[in-house]
């Protein structure tokens, strides 16, 4: 039912910055959480940054300080802004869409963000 979209990932130098959006289709449900995971080979895939529909954010300690996320509840799309980018955040970057009501995660396709000089 619902469709994520991602754009804005590529290579970028350490110390650089990528700005992701995700834009989400097909879903009434207007209490959800929005958020980003990434996962990079051979590891599990860990949330980096979340957002509720009424505002509330989470992020990983390891982004703290260095990445933002945002909505645009009206466009029912996620952004988030990475700045300082270091190596060890190269993975491939999910959107995720949970709809509280009914219990279900929905994911996008993935974008690879590579942080290398």
């Known amino acids: 039912q619902v469709q994520l979209v991602e754009s804005g990932g590529g290579l970028v130098q350490p110390g650089g910055s990528l700005r992701l959006s995700c834009a989400a289709s097909?879903?009434?449900?207007?209490?959800?959480?929005m958020g980003w995971y990434r996962q990079a080979p051979g590891k599990e895939r860990d949330m980096v940054a979340a957002?509720?529909?009424?505002?509330?954010?989470n992020y990983a300690d390891s982004v703290k300080g260095r990445f933002t996320i945002s909505r645009d509840n009206a466009k029912n799309t996620v952004y988030l802004q990475m700045n300082s980018l270091k190596p060890e955040d190269t993975a491939v970057y999910y959107c995720?869409?949970?709809?509280?009501?009914?219990?279900?995660?929905?994911w996008g396709q993935g974008t690879q963000v590579t942080v290398s000089s």
């Open positions: 097909g879903s009434d449900r207007r209490i959800n959480v």
């Open positions: 957002i509720t529909s009424g505002g509330n954010t």
């Open positions: 995720n869409y949970y709809a509280s009501f009914v219990r279900v995660n929905y």
